[in-house]
């Protein structure tokens, strides 16, 4: 089954914890994205990635920090500096970037700051 | 600065049509994407436009006018697991995706 897994599902952090989300995806996708969705706004892009052991930052990358080590894989970490890291992360992959460009999603991690 | 503009909520009857708009300003043109997102899932697919004109798929068709900078998605014989909200998306002159802020679509029995 070809896709896209991102764990864990559900995420509660403590303020002053750093914490890492998995995205991995067997598409042999090219690129990969990490997207930040909070409640009634659109996706705003933190970080991506069109090759391995190379990444961009996005309009949002400040507290945040990824890597591409595998083609299949792109953490997300998300450091004690993000001021306000509750929020719907959403992970996504694309086949070939400068072409048809539909993006595929992972089913999202939703996490919580206690 | 690049801007998606869409209605931020819009109501609609079961088997009516609805019409979701979304005018778009972007450093280049590269396609112009829809996308249903239900309550707590990640979007899915649902049409692409690079050529002005009409897309038709089922009940869903898009519809898009690069001159004007203006795209709509037309939903047809609404049923009630069609509410979701529609996120619309323009690539760049990068070939990154530009989103929209969705529009959540409530239908009513």
């Known amino acids: 089954d070809g896709g896209i897994t991102q764990s864990p599902k559900y995420l509660f952090r403590k303020e002053g914890q750093n914490v890492t989300l998995s995205c991995e995806q067997n598409?042999?996708?090219?690129?990969m994205y990490w997207y930040r969705q909070d409640p009634g706004q659109g996706l705003r892009l933190i970080y991506y990635?069109?090759?391995?052991?190379?990444?961009q930052k996005g309009d949002i990358a400040e507290g945040y920090s990824v890597s591409r080590e595998k083609k299949e894989s792109f953490p997300l970490t998300v450091t004690s500096a993000q001021k306000n890291p509750t929020a719907f992360y959403l992970c996504?992959?694309?086949?070939?970037?400068?072409?048809?460009?539909?993006?595929?999603f992972g089913p999202g991690t939703r996490l919580t700051v206690l | 600065g690049q801007n998606i503009d869409q209605p931020t909520e819009m109501t609609a009857t079961e088997g009516a049509i609805v019409q979701i708009n979304c005018t778009y300003q972007?450093?280049?043109?590269?396609?112009l994407f829809w996308y249903q997102q239900h309550a707590g899932e990640a979007p899915t697919f649902l049409s692409y436009?690079?050529l002005d004109g009409l897309e038709e798929k089922g009940r869903f068709s898009s519809f898009l006018s690069r001159s004007k900078g203006y795209s709509y998605l037309l939903l047809k014989e609404l049923q009630m697991k069609d509410s979701a909200s529609y996120l619309c998306?323009?690539?760049?002159?990068?070939?990154?995706?530009?989103w929209g802020a969705g529009t959540k679509l409530i239908i009513k029995p």
């Open positions: 996504a992959t694309q086949g070939a970037v400068e072409s048809y460009n539909e993006q595929f």
């Open positions: 598409l042999n996708h090219d690129a």
């Open positions: 990635s069109q090759i391995v052991n190379d990444f």
């Open positions: 972007t450093s280049g043109f590269n396609g």
């Open positions: 436009n690079v």
């Open positions: 998306a323009v690539g760049d002159s990068n070939y990154q995706l530009i």
